[in-house]
């Protein structure tokens, strides 16, 4: 007698929402500006990525429908997920009008604060450090404008 196998329908999901980012990305890629010497555009990495994405979640969703299970979730705190997720949909909304400066250094605080981390110094200095080393690596060095807002005057 053959016993049917259970099919990970969270590992179906999440398959399914990699490829619909992957195809996102790849077409907004496409309105990168090209370079104009021999060298790869803009659009070549996120395109790379976009690929291997691609072959991950083809993997997932091949183990999903055999009925290997590898996910195993178990939510303990069901609100803290919650709040989490309605901060970064906050955190996208906000964005461009309050500038990235901003808005990343609260979210990664009351993502802090969430998660329970009291201490002050972590508090306040991962925040600080955290959002300047990223806008350092994009904005500076990678020259990947980010959304100013409400300190535009200071760029």
């Given at each position: 007698?053959?016993?049917?196998?259970?099919?990970?329908?969270?590992?179906?999901?999440?398959?399914?929402?990699?490829?619909?980012?992957?195809?996102?990305?790849?077409?907004?890629?496409?309105?990168?500006?090209?370079?104009?010497?021999?060298?790869?555009?803009?659009?070549?990495?996120?395109?790379?990525?976009?690929?291997?994405?691609?072959?991950?979640?083809?993997?997932?969703?091949?183990?999903?429908?055999?009925?290997?299970?590898?996910?195993?979730?178990?939510?303990?705190?069901?609100?803290?997920?919650?709040l989490v997720i309605g901060l970064i949909v906050?955190?996208?909304?906000?964005?461009?009008?309050?500038?990235?400066?901003?808005?990343?250094?609260?979210?990664?605080?009351?993502?802090?604060?969430?998660?329970?981390?009291?201490?002050?110094?972590?508090?306040?200095?991962?925040?600080?450090?955290?959002?300047?080393?990223?806008?350092?690596?994009?904005?500076?060095?990678?020259?990947?404008?980010?959304?100013?807002?409400?300190?535009?005057?200071?760029?």
């Open positions: 007698m053959e016993t049917k196998r259970k099919k990970n329908w969270i590992d179906i999901c999440v398959a399914i929402v990699l490829y619909l980012l992957s195809v996102y990305v790849f077409i907004e890629s496409s309105n990168f500006p090209e370079s104009n010497d021999n060298a790869l555009n803009p659009s070549a990495f996120p395109r790379i990525l976009c690929v291997l994405l691609c072959i991950a979640a083809t993997a997932l969703l091949i183990n999903a429908l055999r009925g290997k299970i590898t996910t195993n979730v178990t939510i303990d705190n069901k609100l803290q997920v919650f906050l955190y996208a909304i906000f964005l461009k009008s309050v500038g990235f400066i901003l808005c990343t250094a609260v979210i990664v605080f009351l993502i802090l604060w969430l998660v329970k981390i009291r201490k002050p110094l972590p508090l306040i200095l991962i925040p600080i450090f955290g959002t300047g080393l990223i806008f350092f690596l994009f904005d500076l060095l990678l020259q990947v404008p980010l959304p100013p807002g409400l300190l535009r005057f200071l760029f």
